[in-house]
């Protein structure tokens, strides 16, 4: 059977269908022409449905990412936290070139540590290079906790690992404040307290009481050593390297060479011990 169909469309907007179809007739019969005339009702447009912003209420969505400690992640903007993460991922990878990203021109970057701040981003990565060196390749931070304040500053606590066994004496607690590079965030000032291995106790109270009777019993040699410590600091290094450093100086050299005989002799018996453990396995 073949049909054929045709359609037309008139002014009125209603469609007409028209169908044709013809049988082929065999033998003996007569040939059917039939036609069907179906029509269309008009279809309405839907009405035009509006929404206003009112009726939207958008709740703002906060992102926290952190990375592993062998892991980098690369987007364009994260918080704080997160470039804290990176930063100490990026020493324990010794990934110098992560470090540069993370590290402002104009950082200022003060280790408590050390006389005077690194100031600079050229300043600030020499010192980090040569604090990874050294770390050697076990020792890693462990970072405890990571406080974000506003915006822009955070804070973090950590100690050191070595092959992940907690290291005595190596707790430390960081300050970071952050400042936008484009469209990311690098760390702009950084200041570093770590633990004293050297523990006072009481006797640090008692040093301090006696500090504060003299500065109470002579205010204005102590206004004078406030506003100008460093010319105190440079009389006693004067001081040291006139009286002290020739008598201490050959004392270091010699406890220093006992120190790498003791080495010297500690790494010989471990050697002998390992060999003869093998001759006794066998």
């Known amino acids: ?32 022409k039939r036609t ?52 100490y991922s990026a020493i324990n990878g010794k990934n110098l070139k992560q470090l540069d990203k993370l590290i402002a021109d104009d950082c200022f970057f003060e280790d408590y540590s050390f006389p005077t701040p690194f100031k600079g981003k050229k300043e600030a990565l020499h010192f980090l290079d040569q604090l990874i060196a050294c770390m050697g ?12 304040g506003d915006d822009s500053t955070a804070g973090a606590n950590w100690h050191l690992d070595w092959n992940k ?24 000032e950084a200041r570093v307290l770590i633990e004293s291995p050297i523990k006072l106790g009481g006797l640090a109270l008692s040093m301090f009481k006696m500090v504060t009777f003299l500065f109470d019993a002579f205010p204005a040699a102590t206004e004078w050593f406030l506003k100008s410590p460093h010319v105190i600091f440079q009389l ?11 008598i201490i100086s050959p004392l270091l050299e010699w406890y220093i060479r006992l120190l790498n005989f003791a080495a010297y002799i500690l790494a010989f018996t471990l050697q002998i011990l390992q060999y003869l453990a093998k001759i006794f396995n066998m």
Not at 20 to 27: D, F, V
Not at 236 to 246: R, T
């Open 1 to 32: 059977m073949a049909a054929i169909t045709v359609f037309s469309r008139v002014a009125t907007g209603k469609t007409h269908l028209q169908t044709k179809t013809m049988a082929r007739h065999g033998p003996g019969t007569m040939p059917l």
């Open 36 to 87: 069907c005339r179906f029509e269309q009702a008009e279809i309405k447009k839907p009405q035009q449905l509006i929404f206003t912003l009112k009726e939207i209420k958008w709740k703002p969505l906060k992102l926290f990412a952190a990375s592993s400690s062998n892991s980098y992640v690369d987007i364009d903007f994260v918080s704080p936290y997160h470039i804290i993460m990176e930063f």
């Open 137 to 148: 390749w076990n020792m890693k931070f462990n970072v405890e906790h990571i406080w974000q």
């Open 165 to 188: 066994i907690s290291v005595p004496f190596t707790r430390g607690c960081s300050y970071y404040k952050l400042a936008s590079d484009g469209d990311r965030l690098v760390i702009k």
């Open 236 to 246: 006693l290094l004067k001081s040291y390297k006139i009286a002290v450093e020739p």
